[in-house]
DNA sequence: TATGAATGAGTATTCATTCAT
DNA sequence: AATGAATGAATACTCATTCAT
């Protein structure tokens, strides 16, 4: 193989061996393990580098330095929960529907991005230092309670839930629901021998359906 | 020597077993907080040193290792939830007033003692490593599930609770409530403005009460 | 090929010589000025590149590595004294004026060009190593203890100076008396109080006047 | 020899090997070497934990930073500078004889400390940032000033010398006169073939004697 | 000629841990 | 029991230099 013909071969894969973007990429999905794993304290610049395939340098010049790779990484984690969100189109759903896909989807999105809570649990260990001076953008803004302000009071015109539901609150007794058992899973596995795997998983997804529409549910069926 | 004599002496070269025991709490109080505020990979070994007032050769002598000072701060913050478990005594409540009870409990045990819920999330960051090594002891698990579990066939029986509820799901359903809202408070400010402070708490309060109390009640007023 | 075929043909090709030329000298300007401000071991190759408005590959491409260019720098600041030396035409003028000339020369091209002063400052913290290497040009060295050597005698002649000056001694005398207190600008400022500004050098160049040539003036009036 | 044995022995001689004072001693003296032969860039940290026998962590734990090491050492050259001041005792001697010792003085200070010179050089490259940190404390203040003042009018006095010397252009025209060929001694070797040496200095001595009494002389004898 | 991308070899700094008293 | 002094082993970050286009 000649050196035009290796030329060529990478224009045609489209894949430039210095490329920018593509080692940004490689860099930052590393990041986001790395960081997940271990915090932004126990995190290694060099697991980081070796793991991306790239280089220590290659780092900073693209992130500037640990604190600017770990705020990349963790708009990252929040980049894919919004993208996710859009997707849902939850307006284009009748209420009880909608509720319940916000539901599926939230389980969804926490079991198959390990990552997510992991990044969250490390930026509230740290105080929100970081997720304070990125939340600004709108990439990071959440239109999800505004599209549940909407459902709530479509459902509550039409008798199908109660009023004087805050949707933010809503949406943080959603999250609860699943965060904390899959968050603390290694915990209750060791104190109460509870194991967090697919099937307890899915009976709790059918608890929370039945406990979120519960509580949306109109007064006449409410506990006193 | 007599056991009298013994403590003379002990007067005499200014207790030393009372000073070392003073000792050992002190760099204990200072871990539970230094290792809830940094984690395990953040917290600094001299941070504690200074901060209980004692020195790092003491720490060593006293714990051994960074790892087992560590383990011995999780182990005390389990230690003082299992003691306010113990103070409620549920089982000589009914069965509406118990879980009322436990629920008001873990909302006060997590706005009161800050660093549980941050010693959780570290350890389970860290996959549970220490957790598994100390969850053996009976001061770490908790008689907490069996007395739910009681509870439970008490309001089943006499037609307060539907049936087929697992008590270890009913608990980990009350903390996840309360759990989520007060460990992610600060990214939730950021990207919701949601604000956790105390009127936001005790409306959570009256809604995790409606919730469990609703997700226990009998089908027939469960929503379909 | 004719010589007007390349200037056509450069000029349809944007001309690489003039620009290659034009684009070493950015580089060298831009390196006197980095490796002025922060030494050799300070200066940073690409900050040479910024300013230049050229690239890395460039310098090195023109300069080989980080010394060569240093050693470029350091020869420039060399040239530029030595074509002030030689504007100067000292032979032309009476021995007395011929002196003041070179004083007043000396103390305004320390000023005007701050670099000189800083270059040989670093080189001499450097040990030497470089200048012993480029030193033997004819572009470097100087024809002024030349010149001084013979305006010194035909001073001595006509009975204006006193015999027996070493024009090397004389001339390092000189550069001394201006040399010291604008190296030397901050360190005086910190601890004497000493401004070192346009009235203050003004001074001491009438007081240098005054000096040089009370030092080279005939025994008669010398002090005891 | 037993473990006693040393411990006696040891403190006969006054050196236990765990003496903070002495290590700090030790890094500031390896400090002031490696700072004046490479400046505050190239001073490696690692080369003065070497030069020193001492480690890293202590010189971070007795001075900072590098920052730090550096203005200690830069203190240091101060204080040696000052001390040899003030043995002089200038006010003490009749006012040429006073003069005559500063001078002498000044060429012995910068012979025998080389790297007074050095750090003088390297903190004007560096813009003075340090020294105007630490110059307002009194160690580094010298009261030479002062002295010169009251020698130069007692010697106007007495007509040894004419009025109208500022004592601070005094002091730097002999520090000058030293300074310069001693500072670049390895530039002016390269370029004029002048070398520094003893006898070459014993000769400038005698000149800068003759030069600066010249100076001072009444205006009777002063050049027109 | 020109340059954005890439990296190997450092360099300052930190920190858990141990020594000597 | 107690502590100030000491250090080996990292770890974040930099920079002169080169590659590939």
Redesign the pocket.
Known sequence: MT?SD??RA?HLARR?????E??ARAILDAALVEFSDHGPAG????AIAERSG?????I??YFG???GLYAAALREAYLQIRAGERELDLVSLAPRQAIGALVDFTLEHYRSRPWFIRMLNSENLRGGATIRTIADTGEIQSSLIDELDEILRRGAADGTFRSGIRPVELYITIASLFYFPISNAHTLQAVFGYEVDDAGLERRRRDVHRMVLGFLAPDACAPR
């Open positions: 050196a290796r030329t990478r430039p061996r210095r490329d920018a593509r080692t995190a290694r610049i060099d790239s280089s220590k340098p290659m900073y010049s330095d640990k604190e």
